[in-house]
């Protein structure tokens, strides 16, 4: 939190953090966090909820959730399609089958989710680089996934571009088969180039001209959204990283006439 504490930016208009690394904590950083949330506008974007995990959901964390959501008064919560534990917990998102089965499981646990937190939620495409089990495409799980569950979408752009080379698919066909009416925001980020057909997504690096690209089309088809820039490091001086929010900006105002544009940084 340094340099955003030293110098809060006027110009971003809500922090993401995830809620796992803040729960519990007390003391002199419990109290810097109560003011940046007092100071800004807060999502949640968890790390451990594990949607397509074979173990039962860990209720007791949900209600604790619950509370710290409430607490801080966060404006949504968001999570990852995907799964990170079974017995313990995983450092890495694993992907879900693309199956009927799998959607119906799936869409029961948001569901019971949902109920828990008293809220809606927002689950978000992820990367990811191997398809077991898969019976259908992607664009047709998540979509299945959001309808059933009655959920929203954190659409991640990068994400998509990341798939699209990896998987070799038309990365704005696959955009504009997401439902506008679900989406509560985008996420932007860089990715590392590990061969010219294998993007990993890292959030370790500059977004490139064709996330960019991708970024724009998005507005123009779903409008105006929301957009948070992920970084979780190589992270550069405060300054260039506002740069970047500059860019997402500069492209929010070629699509409106509105200056009210939501820009975000992950703290």
């Known amino acids: ?122 689950m978000e495409n992820v990367s990811y680089y191997a398809a077991p089990g898969k019976e259908m495409d992607e664009i047709d799980f998540i979509n299945a996934v959001l309808t059933e569950a009655d959920c929203d979408l954190l659409l991640d752009v990068n994400n998509i571009y990341v798939n699209s080379i990896n998987h070799r698919y038309d990365a704005e066909a696959f955009l504009k088969q997401l439902p506008a009416e679900r989406i509560v925001y985008f996420h932007m980020a860089g990715h590392y180039d590990e061969a010219e057909d294998l993007k990993i997504d890292t959030h370790g690096a500059p977004v490139i001209g064709p996330v960019w690209g991708l970024l724009d089309t998005a507005y123009e088809h779903f409008g105006v959204v929301p957009t948070l820039l992920e970084r979780d490091f190589n992270i550069p001086p405060l300054p260039e990283l506002l740069d970047e929010l500059g860019q997402i900006r500069a492209l929010q105002s070629k699509w409106t006439t509105d200056s009210d544009h939501d820009i975000a940084l992950q703290s």
């Not at 995990?53 to 801080?72: N, V, W």
């Not at 949504?76 to 693309?98: A, K, Q, R, V």
């Not at 009927?100 to 029961?108: D, L, R, S, T």
Request: net charge negative.
């Open 1 to 122: 939190m340094g340099p955003l504490q030293d110098n809060p930016p006027a110009d971003v208009d809500f922090l993401e953090v995830a809620p796992e690394n803040w729960i519990g904590v007390g003391g002199r950083l419990g109290k810097e966090f109560r003011k940046f949330t007092g100071q800004y506008s807060f999502v949640g974007h968890g790390l451990s909820l594990s949607i397509g995990s074979p173990a039962p959901l860990d209720e007791t964390f949900l209600f604790r959730l619950k509370h710290f959501l409430d607490e801080h008064k966060f404006h949504c919560y968001t999570e990852h399609l995907s799964y990170c534990s079974d017995d313990g917990h995983l450092y890495d998102l694993m992907p879900i089958p693309f199956t009927e089965e799998a959607v119906h499981y799936v869409a029961a646990r948001i569901r019971r989710v949902q109920d828990i937190l008293e809220r809606r939620i927002a």
